[in-house]
């Protein structure tokens, strides 16, 4: 069982920035994968970021690179997602999934919404011009 807890979302401008955050309970936070999800109305689930939280090592959409960050914190078993130049596009609800990943390999494959069991309950978030 893991618990995810959300927090970070709002409203900015574009080129403005936000930092989202999840704190992970009831699992060794050594063993998990985690990761940030947006959808926006009418579209699929995508995925942002995933990091392998035992190495660090991460994984990004395209459409993020260079612009998004994800980072983990051992000590607050938190990850987080700092999104920097933000553009009216990252408008969507963002949600936190983990799950019990031992490969690097396997997490850093996992960027379909399917392959994770615990999800925080999402946060909006908001890019005007």
């Known amino acids: 069982q893991v618990q995810l807890m959300e927090s970070g979302g709002g409203s900015a401008q574009a080129g403005g920035s936000l930092r989202l955050s999840c704190a992970a309970s009831?699992?060794?936070?050594?063993?998990?994968?985690m990761g940030w999800f947006r959808q926006a109305p009418g579209k699929e689930r995508e995925a942002v970021a995933v990091?392998?939280?035992?190495?660090?090592?991460?994984y990004y959409a395209d459409s993020v690179k260079g612009r998004f960050s994800i980072s983990r914190d051992f000590a607050k078993t938190t990850v987080y997602m700092q999104m920097n130049s933000m553009k009216v596009e990252d408008t969507a609800m963002y949600y936190c999934?983990?799950?019990?990943?031992?490969?690097?390999?396997?997490?850093?494959?996992?960027?379909?919404?399917?392959?994770?069991?615990?999800w925080g309950q999402g946060t909006q978030v908001t890019v005007s011009s």
């Open positions: 999934a983990a799950d019990r990943v031992i490969s690097r390999t396997s997490c850093l494959s996992g960027t379909r919404p399917s392959q994770y069991n615990y």
């Open positions: 009831g699992e060794t936070f050594s063993r998990l994968c």
């Open positions: 990091i392998h939280i035992g190495s660090a090592s991460t």
